[in-house]
């Protein structure tokens, strides 16, 4: 028999490449699609997968679909990474992000335990939930919360959920404590691929310059085709637990211009960026760099792409798609 897994935000980032993971592994996926009037398989198309997932509808925001869902499926896995999950747009949204990343998680944790208490589940945590807190510096599994958004505080409710389903009904619930990360499908909102992709429009004349926020945030950008397997592996482990997953190293945004631009073989990059305003935050957070040291011991987990590596490849694939 096939292993079974549900995958929510299978239209996201992460979801398409954890789906390409799985499929290797001979895993039956499905993919939890919410409605919409037309749904966009583009990232799914991109890695060439589109077809072979098994859609299944529900949204996270309505218990009744997920409880529905579980009782139907009985996956051996489910690995939760639907939310509303742009950090500015939550200071917009509080609320829809609140009842998506907490309540949501709540309403399938419940379905778990009411219909499928043997299912194994990974819950998507984040490096906001640390905020402004660090021990030495970098953030580990012992540095306490201090979220700095209704994003971070929203994704903290999930975390201790996550937690308490596992210490009081014996769920195998883990959480993984990701720490940015970015591939060529990554949302064009997010600061990487907005920087790539307009590198790669300046590159090819369509634009003159890029406006940015903050550019002294420092963050610890990996690639999110190598943070999959380590939520897999959190899910093959003897006993549920939760790992922060990051690179250990830091850069900060002018980093990530400075490398964008050098993609293309441009050095002075300040000729092209302009500061705006409108994409600082009500409330920033610095700094966040990972000490993923557990997940190394524990997962033998190592990422395999480096910074340089994955601006690169996020530059040449918005150029071709750019051409096309
Ligand atoms: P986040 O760490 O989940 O908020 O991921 P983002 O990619 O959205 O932002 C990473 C960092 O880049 C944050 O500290 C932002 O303030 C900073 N930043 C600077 N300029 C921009 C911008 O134009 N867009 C975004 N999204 N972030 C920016």
């Known amino acids: 028999m096939k292993k079974t897994a549900l995958v929510t ?12 993971y799985l499929l290797e592994k001979r895993y039956k996926v499905y993919g939890m699609i919410r409605r919409y009037s037309a749904p ?10 589109t077809k072979e ?9 309505d218990q009744s679909s997920l409880l529905r869902l579980i009782k139907l499926l009985h996956p051996d896995e489910v690995y939760n990474l639907a939310a509303q999950s742009f950090v500015k747009a939550s200071f917009e949204q509080p609320v829809l992000t609140t009842n998506t990343n907490s309540l949501g998680v709540l309403y ?6 009411l219909f499928s208490p043997t299912s194994k589940f ?19 599994e012992n540095t306490p ?3 700095r958004s209704p994003y971070g505080v929203s994704k903290v409710f999930a975390y201790w959920m996550t937690v308490n389903y596992r210490e009081a009904y014996n769920i195998f619930a883990c959480n993984g404590v990701l720490f940015n990360h970015e591939s060529p499908i990554r949302g064009i909102q997010f600061v990487t691929r907005k920087v790539t992709d307009g590198v790669a429009r300046i590159k090819l004349g369509l634009e003159k310059d890029i406006r940015l926020g903050n550019l002294d945030a420092i963050r610890d950008w990996g690639f999110a085709g190598d943070y999959v397997e380590a939520m897999y592996l959190m899910l093959q482990q003897d006993k549920p637990d939760d790992y922060v997953v990051g690179t250990g190293v830091g850069h900060s945004v002018k980093d990530l211009v400075k490398a964008a ?26 700094k966040l760099v990972a000490n993923p040291e557990k997940a190394h011991k524990v997962l033998g987990w190592k990422p395999k792409v480096s910074f340089e590596e ?3 490849m996020m530059v040449e694939a918005d150029i071709k798609r750019l051409k096309k």
């Open 108 to 113: 399938l944790l419940e379905s778990i335990r």
């Open 40 to 49: 966009n398989f583009t990232n799914l198309d991109y890695l060439g997968i």
């Open 53 to 61: 997932i098994d859609y299944v509808d529900a949204d996270l925001t």
């Open 261 to 286: 631009f050098k993609a293309i073989g441009i050095s002075n990059w300040q000729d092209y960026v302009k500061q705006d305003p409108r994409f600082m935050r009500p409330a920033e957070v610095p």
């Open 9 to 20: 935000g299978i239209l996201g980032q992460d979801g398409p490449y954890l789906a390409k």
């Open 122 to 140: 990974y819950q998507a945590s984040t490096s906001e939930m640390f905020g402004t807190n660090h021990t030495n510096g970098i953030q580990d």
């Open 310 to 312: 994955l601006i690169k």
């Open 145 to 147: 919360f201090h979220p």
